[in-house]
């Protein structure tokens, strides 16, 4: 099996890494000094469930140079997405299938108008993970799950033999009754995390332990609850009570990747996780008042510290 990773960040690095050192063809798409130290030096893993360090043969940042693939691991920002939708044309054969780990729930959407719908899955990563340094993935808690299928609830070829490949590499996999449950349910975290970490400046051990906080959270989530019912997805208390053990589950100062990027300066995906959920309500009719507030505080730092 030839796998690419687009976006070989924290996620796509980790597992990606993890592929590789079980032999499997893993080509690593990156870009910047992450790119140059992973040439130079191969990536490093620091993880609870054991260090390594591989050399990967193929290190670009130019998909030409990799040429089709069985499974491409998709995990650039929400905002990069249509770029590296035309970027990865080249790794695109007859039967390759796209699986978008990423935060939210557009991807789809984006990559089937670029590429074809028949290419694309669903994916959701579930891994406390950063860059520590240049060509240096920092794995946080024990945590390492990928949970991907088709959107038509088929348990097809492609996406049993990835699931074959990632048992083979040590890595929890899961394909779902309904991949596109468990993308929602992702959203209803992640966003709701998010959105309190970058307004409160505080890591996850707030939502642990304080008991406002804790609420606010859970009505954060009720919000994506109700947006996602009205999009055809059922979720209520049992996924809200599933996620808040989830969250409890994290190291106190485990720290989401927006707050990472706020915290750095960087460019940040509020307009694809609270901003989402606000749009994707307002088709609806549904107010998100929780969302709302977050998208609009949120906001000034969208690409970097305001200037004034």
């Given at each position: 099996?030839?796998i690419?990773?687009?976006?070989?960040?924290?996620?796509?690095?980790?597992f990606?890494?993890?592929?590789a050192?079980?032999?499997?063809?893993?080509s690593?798409?990156?870009?910047?000094?992450?790119?140059?130290?992973?040439?130079?030096?191969?990536?490093?893993v620091?993880?609870?469930?054991?260090?390594?360090?591989?050399?990967p043969?193929?290190?670009?940042?130019?998909?030409?140079?990799?040429g089709?693939?069985?499974?491409?691991?998709?995990?650039?920002?929400?905002?990069?997405?249509?770029?590296?939708a035309?970027?990865?044309?080249?790794?695109?054969?007859?039967?390759?299938?796209?699986?978008?780990?990423?935060?939210?729930?557009?991807a789809?959407?984006m990559?089937?108008?670029?590429?074809g719908?028949?290419?694309?899955?669903?994916?959701?990563?579930?891994?406390?993970?950063?860059i520590?340094?240049?060509?240096?993935?920092?794995h946080?808690?024990e945590?390492?799950?990928?949970?991907?299928g088709?959107?038509?609830?088929?348990?097809?070829?492609?996406?049993?033999?990835?699931l074959?490949?990632?048992?083979?590499?040590?890595?929890?996999?899961?394909?779902?009754a309904?991949i596109?449950?468990?993308?929602?349910?992702?959203?209803?975290?992640?966003?709701?995390?998010?959105?309190i970490?970058?307004?409160?400046?505080?890591p996850?051990?707030?939502?642990?332990?304080?008991?406002?906080?804790?609420?606010?959270y859970m009505?954060?989530?009720?919000?994506?609850?109700?947006?996602?019912?009205?999009?055809?997805?059922?979720?209520?208390?049992?996924?809200?009570?599933?996620n808040?053990?989830l969250?409890?589950?994290?190291?106190?100062?485990?720290?989401?990747?927006?707050?990472?990027?706020?915290?750095?300066?960087?460019?940040?995906?509020?307009?694809?996780l609270?901003?989402?959920?606000?749009?994707?309500?307002?088709?609806?009719?549904?107010?998100?008042?929780?969302?709302?507030?977050?998208w609009?505080a949120?906001?000034p730092?969208i690409n970097?510290?305001?200037?004034t």
């Amino acid at each position: 099996m030839k796998i690419a990773v687009m976006g070989a960040g924290a996620i796509g690095g980790y597992f990606g890494g993890r592929l590789a050192k079980a032999g499997f063809d893993v080509s690593f798409i990156a870009r910047g000094a992450h790119l140059d130290v992973i040439r130079k030096n191969g990536l490093k893993v620091l993880s609870p469930l054991g260090d390594f360090t591989i050399h990967p043969a193929t290190v670009t940042d130019d998909p030409a140079e990799v040429g089709p693939v069985d499974v491409i691991l998709f995990m650039v920002k929400n905002y990069d997405t249509l770029r590296a939708a035309e970027q990865i044309r080249p790794l695109v054969g007859p039967d390759t299938a796209i699986i978008p780990f990423q935060n939210g729930v557009e991807a789809r959407a984006m990559l089937s108008n670029v590429l074809g719908a028949r290419h694309v899955l669903g994916g959701v990563a579930f891994i406390p993970a950063s860059i520590q340094e240049p060509g240096v993935i920092k794995h946080n808690a024990e945590l390492a799950k990928l949970v991907f299928g088709e959107f038509d609830k088929q348990i097809t070829p492609r996406a049993l033999s990835f699931l074959d490949a990632l048992e083979k590499a040590g890595v929890t996999g899961e394909i779902p009754a309904d991949i596109s449950m468990v993308l929602w349910s992702k959203l209803m975290f992640l966003t709701s995390m998010s959105a309190i970490n970058c307004i409160t400046r505080q890591p996850v051990g707030l939502v642990q332990s304080d008991g406002e906080t804790i609420a606010l959270y859970m009505d954060a989530m009720r919000e994506v609850a109700a947006v996602a019912v009205a999009h055809g997805v059922s979720l209520g208390e049992e996924a809200i009570a599933d996620n808040m053990a989830l969250a409890k589950s994290f190291p106190p100062n485990n720290k989401t990747s927006m707050f990472h990027d706020l915290e750095a300066g960087r460019r940040l995906e509020i307009d694809y996780l609270s901003g989402a959920v606000v749009r994707l309500g307002r088709e609806k009719g549904i107010e998100t008042p929780i969302h709302r507030t977050a998208w609009v505080a949120i906001k000034p730092w969208i690409n970097g510290p305001p200037t004034t």
